[in-house]
């Protein structure tokens, strides 16, 4: 059994590195039935001059994305691969979201939480906030926006769902509530939840979801996808060996996307 990998990035976004087609050939190599990019999408809630180099794509490298999908489509018939797009969830930029995103035929949108009211918690740059901040409201916020970006009928996928774990730190309450609320919001609203492999490279160790929060998206029947969030093409992939133990071991099921 092998899963397929809708999280892949490129060096559009700044912080990412290779050629497209060098992800497409590491999937052939390691015989993944399909792919998928979803590179980040230019930040569209800050004007030009707020916009920091290196976070994601520009808004005139989006046509030229697009482009290159299709042609890596036409030129690799021997795996599917799929046009999709990482977008983050601001509230009260929806509008200006779902504008952008129907310009193109995106196969699919993974929505993600990376900014918890401007502050970009996952950056390294802005580390030392976690000291001034309490933790347990931290991700007491952080979950309330994931569950607004599940209701907001923008996205078919939510990327890394406790991503606000990513350096390790962790709440002294216990999460068993929260993530029960999650997963029934993401069961309401029809979106599917991300097993995503990078939360083994970084400090917390630790895939997204955790297990505790994958429980609760088992008892909700939450349909599941697998993502490397791969920024090199060595990463395309990675960490699946363990997904699949996880899987053979609970029974839980992956599904491809439409």
């Not at 000291?131 to 890394?160: K, P, Q």
Request: negative net charge; proline residues 7%; aromatic residues 14%.
């Amino acid at each position: 059994m092998s899963l397929p990998d809708y999280h892949i990035h490129t060096a559009r976004c700044g912080h990412a590195r290779g050629e497209m087609w060098e992800y497409v050939e590491r999937a052939l190599e390691l015989g993944l039935p399909e792919i998928g990019f979803a590179d980040h999408i230019p930040l569209y809630w800050l004007d030009e001059k707020a916009r920091e180099p290196g976070i994601a794509m520009s808004p005139g490298d989006l046509a030229g994305y697009v482009e290159e999908v299709e042609k890596l489509q036409a030129a690799y018939p021997g795996i599917s691969i799929k046009l999709g797009i990482e977008a983050d969830y601001i509230p009260g930029y929806e509008a200006e979201l779902k504008r952008i995103l129907n310009q193109y035929p995106f196969d699919y949108v993974l929505g993600s939480v990376h900014y918890i009211d401007g502050w970009g918690f996952d950056n390294p740059a802005y580390l030392d906030q976690y000291t001034y901040l309490n933790i347990d409201r931290l991700y007491f916020r952080y979950f309330e926006l994931v569950r607004l970006a599940a209701r907001s009928g923008l996205f078919d996928v939510l990327a890394h769902p406790d991503l606000i774990k990513k350096f390790g730190f962790r709440p002294r309450g216990d999460l068993k509530e929260i993530y029960d609320k999650t997963a029934r919001a993401f069961a309401r609203a029809g979106v599917c939840a991300e097993i995503n492999t990078a939360g083994l490279r970084m400090p917390v160790a630790e895939m997204y979801p955790a297990p505790g929060l994958l429980k609760a998206f088992r008892k909700y029947a939450v349909p599941l996808v697998t993502g490397s969030d791969a920024h090199e093409p060595g990463q395309v992939g990675y960490g699946f060996d363990i997904v699949l133990r996880l899987l053979e071991e609970d029974e839980y099921d992956i599904v491809l996307l439409p």
